[in-house]
């Protein structure tokens, strides 16, 4: 059951990189006390309206990322955070946490510095350096499975690694459609046709959990300005107009265990409208790293949303 049915939402809208965040600042529903994994556990069971009212059209869209400000559970945090999307919520989204960012000092909440914000996957850090550019310490992340086939029907065996970035990634270099803005229905078709024959196979990250970002790369555009360009397909099907942040965390993951980026060493990770992200990491042994991913992000509008009980659509289309 839906706590709320009528009243108004205030909200903050940003982009990272060309992804939007849209920050809930007032009229999120009561998800109760507790840590922020469990209220996101209440926010998905019982708020997909609320979800769908902030998400989808006709107030937001498919590539719209949400993301609910909330109290944090854990001491020394700046605030909590639930991000979701047109299907869901995410277990953690560094493009968002940079949006976030942004917008509390938008709002005149946080100062240049240090802060640590508790996300469903755990507290991150973020370094506010007061001109629109953030860097996230992400979660704990690894590779866990490397060189792994699929078949997909209308395009071959497919390779690629699985790894955790703060969301489940099936990794792809130098397979399917070229990796270019003019490309982007066939890539999304592919990434569709990959993420359903994995889960077709019953290939998943650890514990059984749905692999649900599908990450493809290539060459860069410009080679002066970043190691390599990417396309990911994010859940809902959307893609993701920045470099994605967890998935340059995965990426990382990766280079890592094939030796092929040392800890402090710089990967510049472009997206498909080539905005970069710059990536390093520490190395926590035991194949695990610590990713460190800077952003830049630009709030671009600040909403009050109305539900009126007449309007047939007010928790959105879908
Ligand atoms: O930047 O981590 C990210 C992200 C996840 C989904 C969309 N963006």
Known sequence: MDSISTGTMRVIDSHTGGEPTRVVVSGAPDLGGGSIAERARVFRERHATFRRAIAN?????????????LEPGEPDCACGVIFFNNVDPLQMCI??????????????????????????????GAD???D???TVTNVPSWRMT???????????????????????FFLIDGQGPPVERGRIEELTAFCRAVKQALANA?????????????EVFAAP?????????NFVLCPGNAYDRSPCGTGTSAKLACLHAKGKLRPGEFWRQAGILDTVFTGSFEDLGGGRILPRVTGTAWVTGESVYHLDPTDPFRFGIG
């Open 57 to 69: 059209e006709p107030r937001g869209h498919d590539a719209m990322v949400g993301a609910l400000l």
């Open 132 to 134: 629109g550019r953030v």
């Open 221 to 229: 555009g410009d080679p002066s300005r970043a190691e390599s360009r």
């Open 95 to 124: 493009h968002g946490t940079i949006g976030l960012v942004v917008t509390l000092a938008h709002m005149g909440c946080i100062t240049p510095g240090h802060h640590r914000i508790e996300t469903p996957v755990g507290v991150i």
């Open 146 to 168: 490397a060189d792994v086939a699929v078949d997909v029907p209308g395009h071959g065996t497919i390779r690629g690694d699985i790894a955790w970035g703060g969301n489940w």
């Open 202 to 214: 019953r290939i998943t990250g650890e514990g059984g959990a749905e692999i649900d970002h599908i």
């Open 128 to 130: 506010f350096h007061g």
